[in-house]
Structures are given as structure tokens and as C-alpha cells.
């Protein structure tokens, strides 16, 4: 019988919450779902089973802090603002997607049914679970360009946050 067989793979499973503007909560929201992900010969396999997003495309990213809380800045409240920015390890400064050299946060985008539901796996290629954990997975309101212009792909306002952490 070989180890892989014995032993499952590690998975990490990530309740999904709406983000929102109330301060008493911390802007924490309703449960919508699950993300899991789990290390691959390809990569990070990062499976959404989502529900109660708008439909088409969102931007998605592992940011840098394990937190989801909203907070003020600039006088503003901004929800999820302790999750930080998008995880970039290498200081590359630079938006350029899930295969490019920039970001290693930066995630295929997820596409959202007319329902309001995802069912998708994903592979982050340059990605494994020892990368993510203790950060955060973060799903914004618009689509993704992968680029700088305008600033970190132009997704918008955070609104579906989770916090990856072991156990």
C-alpha cells in the first residue's frame, strides 16, 4: 500500500462571507459559501462553491493579512481593509495576473452564473497551501484585467472575504 493512499491530502476549507459597512459586526456579513484548497501536481486546486454573488465576473485574490475586517481610511469606511493587499512576496509592485511575474496573490477570475452561484475549480500554478495559509482570499465587486491600469485591475470594492488558516 503506498503513503498515498494512507494518508488524504491536506485541504483547507474557508467559510465565505459577504463583506458590508457595519461597524458592530467589523463588516463581517452572511456566510455564502466555501472556498477549499488543497495543494496539486499543479498547483495550488482552489474549489468555490459560492452563493448570493452578482452574476459575471470578479475579480479573486489571496491578500497579505488573515483578517477580514473592515476599517476606515481616508475618513471612509472600507470594508475588508485588514486583509491588506494583494499577497506579494516578492515585492513585485506589479498586478500581472495568476501566470505572470507579478502578484503571486493574483488568481484566476471567477465567473459567477445568472443565479448568483459558482461551482469552479481553479489551479494557481506558483502557488501551494504553505503560501496561504494565515492570510486571506478576497472576491471583488468587477472583473480583473491583470494589469496596473487602473490600479491592481480595476476589480473595485471588496465584498466576499474569508480567512485561511489551519484547523
Request: net charge negative; charged share 25%.
Given at each position: 500500500?503506498?503513503?498515498?493512499?494512507?494518508?488524504?491530502a491536506?485541504?483547507?476549507?474557508v467559510d465565505?462571507?459577504?463583506?458590508?459597512?457595519?461597524?458592530?459586526?467589523?463588516?463581517i456579513?452572511?456566510?455564502?459559501?466555501?472556498?477549499?484548497?488543497?495543494?496539486?501536481?499543479?498547483?495550488?486546486?482552489?474549489?468555490?462553491?459560492?452563493?448570493?454573488?452578482?452574476?459575471?465576473?470578479h475579480?479573486?485574490?489571496?491578500?497579505?493579512?488573515?483578517?477580514?475586517?473592515?476599517?476606515?481610511?481616508?475618513?471612509?469606511?472600507?470594508?475588508?481593509?485588514a486583509?491588506?493587499?494583494?499577497?506579494?512576496?516578492?515585492?513585485?509592485?506589479?498586478?500581472?495576473?495568476?501566470?505572470?511575474?507579478?502578484?503571486?496573490?493574483?488568481?484566476?477570475?471567477?465567473?459567477?452564473n445568472?443565479?448568483?452561484?459558482?461551482?469552479?475549480?481553479?489551479?494557481?500554478?506558483?502557488?501551494?497551501?504553505?503560501?496561504?495559509?494565515?492570510?486571506?482570499?478576497?472576491i471583488?465587486e468587477?472583473?480583473?484585467?491583470?494589469?496596473d491600469?487602473?490600479?491592481?485591475?480595476?476589480?473595485?470594492?471588496?465584498?466576499?472575504?474569508?480567512?485561511?488558516?489551519?484547523?
Amino acid at each position: 500500500m503506498s503513503m498515498q493512499s494512507v494518508f488524504a491530502a491536506e485541504k483547507i476549507v474557508v467559510d465565505i462571507h459577504k463583506l458590508n459597512d457595519n461597524a458592530s459586526t467589523h463588516g463581517i456579513g452572511e456566510k455564502i459559501g466555501t472556498i477549499t484548497f488543497e495543494d496539486s501536481k499543479a498547483g495550488l486546486k482552489i474549489e468555490s462553491d459560492l452563493k448570493g454573488l452578482a452574476a459575471g465576473d470578479h475579480g479573486f485574490h489571496i491578500h497579505e493579512h488573515p483578517s477580514c475586517d473592515g476599517g476606515e481610511k481616508d475618513h471612509k469606511w472600507v470594508a475588508g481593509l485588514a486583509a491588506g493587499s494583494h499577497f506579494d512576496p516578492e515585492h513585485t509592485g506589479h498586478h500581472l495576473g495568476p501566470k505572470g511575474k507579478g502578484h503571486l496573490g493574483d488568481l484566476p477570475v471567477l465567473v459567477v452564473n445568472q443565479k448568483g452561484e459558482t461551482k469552479t475549480t481553479v489551479v494557481a500554478e506558483r502557488l501551494k497551501l504553505a503560501d496561504i495559509t494565515n492570510r486571506s482570499i478576497m472576491i471583488h465587486e468587477g472583473g480583473d484585467n491583470y494589469s496596473d491600469v487602473p490600479p491592481l485591475g480595476g476589480g473595485g470594492a471588496r465584498i466576499a472575504c474569508g480567512v485561511i488558516k489551519k484547523g
